[in-house]
């Protein structure tokens, strides 16, 4: 999506995007540039419940788990163990 960026320096955010992140009128935006891509993200009024239920769903602990079992077999392998 493009969006233009008036005189005085301002542009819309599109409606597609302000409902799917849930930007509400007033909102505040946090604008990161790391030099190469600047990033836009919602700033919510309570940080905590806006974190909350990031990772929910996102079997972190079984994909770690899963992923230290199969290297823990290619050492296996490697070493000559099994």
């Given amino acids: 999506m493009q ?3 008036t ?3 301002q542009t819309a955010v599109p409606a597609e995007i302000r409902r799917k992140h849930h ?3 007033r909102m505040k ?3 990161i540039d790391d030099g ?3 990033t836009v993200i919602p700033v919510s009024e309570n940080p905590v419940q806006y974190a909350r239920g ?3 769903g996102a ?3 079984k994909s770690l788990l899963k992923a230290r079992a199969e290297e823990r077999k ?3 392998r490697r070493d000559g163990r099994k």
């Fill in 29 to 31: 935006l946090e604008w």
């Fill in 7 to 9: 005189v005085r320096g």
């Fill in 54 to 56: 990031m990772l929910k």
């Fill in 23 to 25: 930007i509400k009128e």
């Fill in 74 to 76: 290619l050492e296996e």
């Fill in 59 to 61: 079997g972190l602990t």
């Fill in 3 to 5: 969006t233009t960026v």
């Fill in 36 to 38: 190469k891509v600047i």
